[in-house]
């Protein structure tokens, strides 16, 4: 029996592409490689993978990752989005999947002209070279519009059965996907956070402030109003949504403050909390909250208990950067 490694992001294509695979008789491993940003409140790999009957290996991106988004070597798109580096170090996780699973080929959801990066002939040869997969990726989508890998030389899949889409429209995979009866995946959203302004300046200054910021660093920055002092970084939820978020990235070491008995919002210290680093903190919680008194009490949760600080309501904070 044929095997090979799916890449799956757990949108669309890559559910409909690992599908026109297995429908061939190929027995499929997905890889889902979870990025530091990438998180979201339904498990879709979990869904899709079920759904196509596939097991499924996670990889979480650690620190070569989050150095490949400070220096990509192939540069950025409009925002901080290393596209083409990105492409490749996932394929390089599919490679070494490949390589202890004991798999033939590697399939991807990739369509022709989708991206305007990395989804082009030439951006999607340099991409298999860079990952040492060269003629070993296979591209169910568009391989109709793509010269033949090994695995349709070989005919371990027959090239007749797969597509020739290009472009950016969906149309034709929702059509395929409501006519197989795919279920699970994740629905089309405003793309990757890395080409989005906000997300991308706040990335970039925490960047400036962290030498070697972690994936749950990363993570945060989806989440809260961002302040920091020092190296310490400081989020304040906005709503209750972004309270409960707080809490559930919350990390051993991280200190959390609330104002007690009325609406305040949650705020997560990360970092060194020397010196005015938590007063700040309580500053800005104190001026987010409903409470209505001059000096207002903040309580201080880390692991060691709890402790309190009090602040005048419109002292204004020492700043920060």
Not at 6 to 16: E, H, I
Not at 72 to 82: E, F
Not at 159 to 172: Q, Y
Not at 193 to 212: C, G, I, M, S, Y
């Amino acid at each position: 029996m044929v095997r090979a490694v799916g890449l799956l992001s757990a949108g669309l294509d890559s559910a409909l592409a690992l599908r026109l695979v297995s429908d061939q008789g190929v027995e499929l491993v997905a890889v889902h490689v979870v990025l530091p940003f990438g998180r979201n409140k339904h498990d879709y790999p979990k869904l899709v993978a079920e759904d196509l009957g596939v097991p499924l290996i996670r990889l979480e991106a650690g620190e070569e990752y989050i150095e490949l988004i400070r220096n990509p070597k192939y540069g950025y798109g409009s925002q901080m989005n290393p596209c083409i580096d990105c492409r490749i170090y996932m394929l390089r996780q599919a490679r070494r999947a490949l390589a202890e699973t004991g798999v033939s080929f590697v399939v991807t959801g990739d369509v022709l002209g989708q991206r305007p990066m990395t989804q082009h002939k030439r951006t999607l040869r340099l991409e298999e070279q860079e990952a040492g997969l060269e003629g070993l990726v296979l591209r169910p989508l568009s391989a109709k519009l793509l010269p033949p890998t090994i695995p349709e030389q070989k005919r371990w899949v027959k090239r007749e059965a797969l597509l020739g889409l290009k472009g950016k429209t969906r149309k034709p995979q929702l059509a395929l996907a409501a006519e197989l009866g795919i279920r699970g995946y994740r629905p089309p959203a405003g793309g990757c956070p890395l080409t989005h302004q906000e997300f991308a300046a706040k990335l970039r200054q925490l960047l400036n402030v962290r030498q070697r910021p972690t994936g749950g660093d990363i993570a945060l920055l989806q989440v809260g109003r961002h302040f920091y002092h020092g190296p310490a970084q400081i989020v304040v939820g906005r709503d209750r949504r972004d309270n409960e978020a707080l809490l559930r990235l919350k990390e051993l070491d991280d200190c959390v403050l609330e104002v007690p008995q009325c609406g305040s919002p949650v705020t997560l210290v990360r970092g060194p909390k020397e010196g005015q680093a938590l007063r700040f903190a309580a500053t800005l919680t104190a001026r987010y909250s409903d409470s209505e008194t001059d000096e207002v009490t903040v309580e201080c949760r880390d692991g060691e208990g709890t402790t309190t600080i009090t602040v005048v309501r419109d002292e204004e904070p020492e700043s920060c950067y």
